[in-house]
């Protein structure tokens, strides 16, 4: 009987996180939920950078609450979307400490945005992710420690 091999969800969730520019951003503010689609881009690290604007609701919902998650998806296997692989990132959300290496991350993943990027009321934005939980496919779940995600591999 052949061994089988263990999957690594490390490297299908890291896979997943390179390879992702859009993302479900959802916040909450006075107890009610919103959800938006972003664009994503990621430092070397892959911590989560956005470029919101002011004007946003999820913004000024950040900025009351940074507690945040963003809903990564890939495409599904076949027809039943039970199988698409998916990750939610769930952390807090602030300014980028650093706009400048944001900004380079972001316009390298979206050059397209260098056309709005230094409007006034946009800013970037870093998730500091405390939970990873990665779903495989159907019935593939786990919760996954970011810090060993953000190895490079």
């Not at 939920?33 to 950078?49: K, M």
């Not at 919902?61 to 698409?84: H, I, S």
């Not at 979206?110 to 800013?123: E, K, R, T």
Request: proline share 5%; aromatic share 10%; glycine share 6%.
């Amino acid at each position: 009987m052949a061994a089988t091999q263990e999957r690594d969800y490390y490297y299908e969730a890291r896979l997943l996180i390179r390879n992702t520019k859009t993302a479900t951003l959802a916040t909450a503010e006075a107890g009610l939920p919103h959800a938006a689609l972003v664009t994503v881009a990621y430092l070397e690290d892959l911590s989560p950078i956005l470029l919101l604007s002011q004007l946003a609701i999820h913004t000024r919902q950040l900025q009351a609450n940074p507690a945040c998650a963003l809903l990564l998806t890939g495409a599904p296997a076949g027809a039943n979307p039970q199988t698409t692989p998916r990750i939610c990132l769930s952390g807090t959300a602030a300014k980028a400490g650093d706009p400048v290496i944001a900004r380079a991350a972001f316009l390298d993943c979206h050059p397209y945005a260098a056309g709005y990027a230094d409007f006034a009321d946009f800013a970037f934005w870093r998730i500091s992710v405390s939970e990873a939980y990665y779903v495989g496919g159907f019935a593939a779940a786990i919760h996954l420690e970011f810090a060993k995600l953000m190895v490079s591999q």
